[in-house]
């Protein structure tokens, strides 16, 4: 249905990069990292080009939920960007690995259970 499935699509892939950039930072591939990263970044704005589209075509469904859903969604990648930079900088990344996970399961349950397509 519309493009559900190329979101469902990105924000997979974007999650698999994310753990490959994250493999790397810490086994010391600062090249490789950097370029999973960058990869990476351009699949947050696919997500949110996805998401986007998805958003204008179907918030009059329900405004409010769709408003928090689209917020929820930046702020998962918001989190994924924060815990790469962070990592890389040598700095603590617990809160956003807790904050991540929360928006994360927020988002699959707004998306999968409550909006409706
Ligand atoms: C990593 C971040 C994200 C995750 C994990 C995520 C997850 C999901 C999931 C599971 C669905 C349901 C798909 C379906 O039922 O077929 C969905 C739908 C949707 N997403 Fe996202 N999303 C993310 C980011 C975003 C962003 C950044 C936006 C807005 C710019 C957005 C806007 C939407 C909209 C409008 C829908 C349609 C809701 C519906 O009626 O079911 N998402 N997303």
Redesign the pocket.
């Given at each position: 249905?519309y493009t559900?499935?190329a979101?469902?699509t990105t924000?997979v892939v974007?999650?698999i990069l994310f753990f490959v950039a994250l493999a790397l930072y810490k086994s010391g591939n600062s090249k490789g990292s950097k370029i999973v990263h960058m990869i990476l970044r351009l699949f947050y704005i696919l997500?949110?080009?996805?998401?986007?589209?998805?958003?204008f075509?179907?918030?009059s469904?329900d405004p409010a939920l769709?408003g928090i859903?689209?917020l929820?969604?930046?702020l998962?990648?918001g989190m994924?960007e924060m815990i790469l930079v962070r990592l890389k900088k040598g700095k603590g990344t617990g809160l956003f690995w807790i904050l991540m996970i929360i928006?994360?399961i927020i988002?699959?349950y707004?998306?999968?259970v409550?909006?409706?397509?």
């Amino acid at each position: 249905m519309y493009t559900t499935h190329a979101h469902i699509t990105t924000w997979v892939v974007a999650l698999i990069l994310f753990f490959v950039a994250l493999a790397l930072y810490k086994s010391g591939n600062s090249k490789g990292s950097k370029i999973v990263h960058m990869i990476l970044r351009l699949f947050y704005i696919l997500i949110i080009v996805t998401g986007a589209f998805l958003f204008f075509k179907f918030q009059s469904i329900d405004p409010a939920l769709y408003g928090i859903k689209m917020l929820d969604g930046l702020l998962v990648i918001g989190m994924l960007e924060m815990i790469l930079v962070r990592l890389k900088k040598g700095k603590g990344t617990g809160l956003f690995w807790i904050l991540m996970i929360i928006f994360f399961i927020i988002a699959l349950y707004l998306g999968f259970v409550k909006l409706p397509l």
